[in-house]
């Protein structure tokens, strides 16, 4: 039989796929971009046959449609290893929950740890000559995830962009056991607003720390894209790219010519990422481009592979951190927001790397709702607050008031460090917390 002909044998409705889902199933809908749509809708309006149905996914880019059924928990539970917006809001109706990790970790997760998926639904792209669905750019942990599903079905979506690899990113059709076709938008990430004053300065400080020839890891969020930004009208070159998430700001720097991974140690020319998600700029640039490779996150994000890669700079922000150098990236005390992703792997990895740096960012302040100052450095962590970097990885840390390097600093140079790049307002309250904690010496500077 023809891959064609086996195409034919297996295409069927959204509607008559998810019939296979039962109360009770484990039901994973892949990551990010390549969360499924028609299939979604068509498992949303089944709500009433279905109780416990646990699903998995993460990095939604849309609110699903099975979040809109009523009584939702009855009948569906999210569990994301790593939540955006969408998910976050599904938490107090008591259907969403958060799987902690490493993301370095996720696809052993599905090969030794969990639970089998039941079913798998991801959008893919059309199959290729060869039998193969590219999972677009979400490889991450999809080749696991298939690996221990028992009923796997693809939807194949026209306007998903081939993204070129090596290994583990896409699926035969000899695997999969049934298609449906649906063609929708991929789904956007807003580039975000224009950077603000305080994420150029932040930028400006990093931006003057990386050397030509670096490879560079970006999280997510305004200052790491105003570093992007800042990098693409900058003298560097000969850049190279290695990170968890590829977004806009490194097609930026192509296009400005900064990028071309001539030094790299490793898969030298490419750009490596585990996902990606952005503008249509963004999934343009990935589609069939050989100069980006699609791998999974236990490349992408294992540390002994970031160190061998010389000069390697980690660039990620934090939700606040404390005068011990103790990193929150993931939550508002008890109250959740992302999850950890990759930023510990980068900056274990970034440490191990000859020439490498791994910065954390924030801003020294913010306001709150009632538009009160606060500050970001804290002297302990608020209650319930999640540690995702601990204090003895944390290596640069940034804000607008100024850079420092805690490692091989004791407990008092920690917390003079830290302290001189909080916010003025907030300095001498810190000193005294300091103080009460006995991580302040006489002799540091007032």
Not at 245 to 260: P, W
Not at 345 to 357: I, N
Request: contains cysteine; aromatic residues 8%.
């Amino acid at each position: 039989m023809s891959f064609e002909q086996e195409y034919k044998q297996k295409l069927t409705t959204a509607e008559e796929a998810v019939k296979v889902v039962k109360s009770g199933d484990w039901v994973d809908f892949g990551w990010c971009a390549g969360t499924p749509v028609a299939l979604d809708a068509a498992l949303a309006a089944r709500y009433e046959e279905l109780t416990d149905v646990k699903l998995r996914g993460g990095v939604l880019l849309r609110q699903l449609e099975i979040f809109k059924v009523p009584d939702v928990a009855k009948h569906f539970t999210w569990n994301s290893w790593h939540m955006s917006g969408a998910e976050r809001k599904m938490i107090a109706s008591g259907c969403s929950f958060y799987g902690p990790m490493r993301y370095s970790e996720l696809p052993r997760f599905y090969r030794e740890n969990i639970e089998p998926n039941d079913v798998l639904m991801i959008q893919v792209a059309p199959m290729d000559q060869h039998g193969y669905f590219n999972f677009g750019p979400q490889a991450s942990h999809l080749a696991a995830a298939c690996e221990i599903s028992k009923k796997i079905i693809v939807e194949v979506n026209k306007n998903m962009p081939r993204c070129l690899g090596g290994f583990e990113e896409g699926i035969h059709i000899s695997k999969v056991d049934m298609i449906v076709e649906h063609d929708s938008p991929i789904g956007i990430l807003p580039a975000g607003g224009p950077a603000t004053e305080v994420d150029e300065a932040v930028a400006k400080l990093i931006v003057n720390e990386i050397p030509n020839g670096a490879c560079l890891q970006l999280g997510i969020g305004g200052m790491p894209n105003a570093v992007g930004s800042l990098i693409a009208q900058s003298d560097l070159k000969d850049l190279g790219v290695h990170t968890e998430m590829y977004v806009d700001g490194f097609v930026d720097m192509v296009n400005a010519g900064k990028i071309t991974g001539a030094r790299k140690n490793i898969d030298k020319g490419r750009q490596v990422y585990a996902f990606g998600a952005g503008t249509q700029k963004l999934y343009d640039y990935l589609d069939n481009n050989p100069a980006c490779m699609s791998a999974p996150v236990n490349y992408t994000n294992d540390a002994r592979v970031i160190g061998q890669i010389d000069n390697f700079m980690s660039i990620n922000n934090a939700v606040n951190l404390d005068l011990f150098g103790q990193v929150n990236a993931e939550s508002a005390g008890t109250k959740h927001i992302s999850g950890a992703g990759g930023q510990l792997d980068f900056v274990m990895g970034a440490y191990l790397s000859k020439g490498g740096k791994s910065f954390i960012c924030c801003s020294s302040a913010f306001q709150d709702k009632e538009g009160n100052l606060k500050s970001r450095i804290l002297p302990t962590l608020d209650n319930g607050s999640i540690v995702t970097d601990t204090r003895c990885n944390t290596m640069y840390l940034v804000t607008e008031y100024g850079i420092v390097n805690l490692k091989g600093m004791t407990t008092w140079q920690r917390a003079e460090a830290i302290i001189s790049i909080a916010h003025p307002n907030f300095r001498e309250d810190l000193i005294a917390s300091a103080e009460k904690m006995k991580i302040w010496r006489n002799s540091n500077k007032r």
